[in-house]
């Protein structure tokens, strides 16, 4: 099983700073990689798939990076609705697996 | 509009069962890939189980053997059979569509349910 492993476990800014995200995977995962937002009481929203696509209606502040076993989610200038927590997420020989999560929060 | 609906959970004892039933309308469950996600309470999010268009069926080695998930065509539904509940399988449970870039589904999840809370406890 890949696992995927994400830092910092939190991340504290101010709105308008720059905020990135990491996730390393144990082993490569090529380019197969998402990366989701979820707000407290909701589902997870897509954000970025195959390390660097943006998903439909996704703001362009958001931007990924990487390829094999790191990968890096970047917001170029955070915006207040953008505090949340983010999960990267692979497949490989049909098992999913997320990593444990980055809580950005406010500072 | 794509919609998913989970209903079923609730409260059950260890060692018990139950069913979850995620309701899609805006697409036909039976042509895409669909999945079932857990997340402990303030925990992170756990892949669970996936159903391909295809029938094929795959587990997390966490629910292997006592979970099984299944779909009625006529109704575009998505199940989830629970059996042998432990305390640690309590979570919100989401049914999540597998996205599809291009003709071929992805790795990735676009559509979401709103999830279905099961507390397992005596």
């Known amino acids: 099983e890949i696992v995927l492993t994400q830092s910092p476990a939190t991340l504290s800014l101010s709105p308008g700073e720059r905020a990135t995200l990491s996730c390393r995977a144990s082993?490569?995962?090529?380019?197969?990689l998402a990366w989701y937002q979820q707000k407290p009481g909701q589902a997870p929203r897509l954000l970025i798939y195959?390390?660097?696509n943006r998903a439909t209606g996704i703001p362009a502040r958001f931007s990924g990076s990487g390829s094999g076993t790191d990968f890096t989610l970047t917001i170029s200038s955070l915006e207040p609705e953008d505090f949340a927590v983010y999960y990267c997420?692979?497949?490989?020989?049909?098992?999913?697996?997320f990593g444990q999560g980055t809580k950005l929060e406010i500072k | 509009e794509v919609q998913l609906v989970e209903t079923g959970g609730g409260l059950i004892q260890p060692g018990g069962s139950l069913r979850l039933s995620c309701a899609a309308s805006?697409?036909?469950?039976?042509?895409?890939?669909m999945s079932w996600v857990r997340q402990a309470p303030g925990k992170g999010l756990e892949w669970v189980s996936v159903?391909?268009?295809?029938?094929?069926?795959y587990y997390a080695d966490s629910v292997k053997g006592r979970f099984t998930i299944s779909r009625d065509n006529s109704k575009n539904t998505l199940y989830l059979q629970m059996n042998s509940l432990r305390a640690e399988d309590t979570a919100v449970y989401y049914c999540?569509?597998?996205?599809?870039?291009?003709?071929?589904?992805?790795?990735?999840?676009?559509?979401w349910g709103q999830g279905t809370l099961v507390t397992v406890s005596s």
């Open positions: 999540a569509r597998v996205a599809r870039f291009g003709e071929q589904p992805s790795y990735y999840f676009d559509y």
């Open positions: 805006g697409f036909t469950v039976s042509s895409n890939y």
């Open positions: 159903i391909y268009s295809g029938g094929s069926t």
């Open positions: 082993q490569s995962v090529s380019s197969y």
């Open positions: 195959d390390a660097s």
């Open positions: 997420q692979q497949r490989s020989n049909w098992q999913y697996t």
